[in-house]
């Protein structure tokens, strides 16, 4: 197809103004979302006045000034849906400003006062205050609104069976489970709600070097909203920013193609379609895109949100490098360096993952058009220098330098797959090569249209499209290079998909404009993908089962013989396509745009299959560590939170959720206590502290510290109380009785003021 090249934009992609409908007709698709969002919420125990102070929130608190502020960036208004979810994202970055300064003044009472100073300062200053009331926004077509309305319920009703049906807010029984993560995430939004600096709550004084910007969100919400953590965390923050998401996912696809459709297909694409796969239970041998890791990583989506929105401002940056023609949607215009600047600040703590991908995009823009025209395009090196600013911020000032166990090692998430499988010569070539087809249709087969803008196009990409390819390039070629702890690096490939996601929706979009089908084969096209889908879902529901064989490439042969299947159903489809076209006009040279539709669809039964088959596991999904969350443990950790200071800290004897190796290595991914609790705790669990790269089976790195820890309770002194009490901030002790009982002498040195039974806390006075 030849090598790559870089055209200018052409003028006749400007955007064509679909015409005026009346008012309540526009507005039908975001009520009717959102009416149903609420709905499922209230569903699955939310309270109509947690939804109400949350609503109450979101709209006082990010997005009048986000939107505000956006709208002082931006040049010309586009849409009112683009103004409001852009502006929601600069919400975001502008409530970290805000907790950081009200923490480090250590006012947060006065939190809910933030947002005032936006407000006054549109309201004070005359060349602001017409940001207030902004007129010239374009319609928005209407099937464009209720597609990514459908969108934005579809995935929260996800959601509500993998993830809000499964987790009550606070456990019901002492058989309540939970996945293990969360309790963890509830931690850091507990200690960001009481702290700066930000340490590792379950190790008290231990420095918290990591991507925390998303419990910032949480605890704000907490604190200006007037929410209980809890209901925050597992109810109200993640389906809010998946809806954001969706709608960003769309907006963003039609500021940088000019094209609305690209948008609303991206955001099906990225919300509706899951995962390819052919098992039941659901795997994720490689990593997902949307599939689990949405609701069990609140940074995920968070980090996300931020990056969908960054892409709109750079691509404006890399389009006015490009050319002075008309434009299909308004420029931003110099704004767009301050706005891509907050959002790449805000990135840089959302998700370690996500500059790398950005700075890659840039660069491999600079490089392409410096190639093709022989001069440097100072624009987007601009916008490159801001990316590597932000980037050196989280290197030195978030991260101090620590790696996470990333390190250099080709194909480390692939390589396991065909490591140890028997084979030899020829054979074990077809396993590697397995391997890569496998990856590439589990986690890649949504970004087919990218192949077809390529094709398209002649390799002759627009400067803008080369910005999206350099990204989704840049997200595999990262997982494949890279090593990490736990898999870590496969969250590469989630921040190259933003990319990639978009791009395909893009070359989908220009063939279905150049074959240019009547209404009819629109129409039979549409039914034809529906009908597919169903046959897909079916098939899956009715035949998938669970993975079998020994071999590590095993998980990997369901999807490799599914797609083979429908392979060939495609070339005996293509065939015959291709015999009935010689007499049906209609059907010549359309066969491809409805070959990629299908291709596209494909993975369509991944979400659902995550949420039908999975409905005993209590954590959600159907992958993943359930650890017990017994309602008695943490009513103590809440007993505690109700009672004590915001720095007062707890100590503990239960540091291991389990023995492991006959009962001589201690899983120590314990969390419970901090994060209900919302306290610092001397010593809990260290399993997730940086320094140890997520090996949670390492010992405690301050034995002589652990030792005085327990000893506090099973052979406690009044010097050695004194010492925790004066040096340690310790105030509280919590006996979990089922790591062992408190020593008989505890309550002559301490006062006892609580005892479930199984758990017991006693308060140290000086």
Known sequence: MGSLVVERASADTVERTPPARPWWLRWAPPVAAVAACAAILIGTDTSVADLGRFAGYVLLAVLLPGTLVYRALRRTPHTLVEDLAMGAAVGLTLELAAWAVFSALDVRGALWTWP??????????????????????????????????????????????????????????????????????????????????????????????????????????????????????????????CVLAVVLTAVVGWRVSGRPWVGAVAAALFWVVGEFNFTDPVTTPMGTQATFVIWHGMSMIYSWVLLIAVIAPLADIVRRQDSDKPAAVPLIGAGAYGLAALLLFASSGAKASSLPIVLAALLFTVVIMFAARRRIPWRVGAALLIAAAAQLFATVVLFNF??????????????????????????????????????????????????????????????????????????????????????????????????????????????????????WGRWALAGVTVAFAA???????????????????????????????????????????????RFVRGMRRRGGLVLLTLVLVAGIPGLIMDSAKSLSVPNGGSIGAAVPMP????????????????????????????????????????????????????????????????????????????????????????????????????????????????????????????????????????
């Open 116 to 241: 005032l100073a936006v407000v006054v300062a549109f309201v004070a200053v005359p060349r602001l205050r017409r940001h207030w009331w902004v007129r010239g926004y374009q319609p928005v077509p209407v099937g464009w609104s209720w597609a990514v309305s459908a969108a934005a319920v579809a995935f929260t009703a996800y959601l509500s069976q993998v993830f809000l049906f499964r987790n009550p807010i606070l456990p019901t029984s002492e058989a309540t489970a939970q996945y293990i993560d969360l309790a963890y995430q509830l931690s850091l939004a507990g200690e960001v709600k009481n702290h700066l600096p930000v340490h590792l709550p379950q190790v008290a004084g231990e420095p918290l070097h990591y991507h925390w910007f998303a419990y910032v969100h949480m605890a704000m919400t907490s604190i200006i909203g007037g929410i209980d953590l809890p209901v925050v965390a597992l109810r109200l923050a993640v389906p809010a920013l």
């Open 535 to 581: 046959v897909l879902i079916w098939a899956q529901l009715a035949f998938a089962g669970p993975v079998t064989g020994a071999a590590p490439y095993s998980q990997l042969l369901p999807m490799l013989q599914w797609a083979g299947v429908l392979a060939a159903v495609a070339v005996v489809g293509g065939v015959l396509w291709w015999l009935t076209a």
């Open 631 to 766: 309602r008695s443990q943490v009513d103590v950790a809440r007993w505690v939170r109700d009672h004590s200071a915001p720095d007062d800290v707890i100590a503990t004897n239960r540091h291991c959720w389990r023995m492991l190796s006959r009962g001589k290595v201690c899983d120590s991914r314990t969390f419970w206590l901090s994060a209900y609790a919302e306290r610092r705790v001397l010593i809990e669990g260290w399993g997730f502290a940086p320094r140890i790269t997520g090996d949670y089976r390492q010992p405690f790195w301050d034995q002589a510290l652990l030792a005085a820890n327990d000893a506090a309770i099973t052979a406690p002194t009044a010097e050695g109380l004194r010492d925790l009490y004066a040096r340690h901030g310790v105030r509280w002790l919590v006996v979990d009785r089922a790591a062992g009982t408190e020593s008989s002498q505890l309550a002559a040195l301490a006062t006892k003021v609580y005892d479930s039974g199984p758990f017991a806390v006693y308060q140290l006075r000086a």
């Open 402 to 519: 620590q790696t996470y166990g990333v390190a250099v090692g080709f194909f480390s998430g692939l390589e396991r797959f065909w490591t140890d499988s028997g084979k030899t010569g020829w054979a074990q070539v077809w396993v590697v090569v397995g391997v890569f087809a496998a990856f590439f249709l589990n986690l890649q087969l949504r970004q087919a249209g990218i192949i077809a803008l390529l094709w398209q196009r002649r390799m002759r990409l627009e400067p803008v499209q080369v910005f999206l390819l350099g990204g989704a390039i840049a997200g595999p070629a990262c997982y494949f290079v890279f090593t990490q702890t736990s898999g870590g690096n496969q969250y590469f490939t989630r921040a190259g998909f933003t990319f990639g996601v978009i791009l395909s929706a893009w070359g989908y979009v220009e063939l279905a404009e150049r074959v240019a089908l009547p209404r």
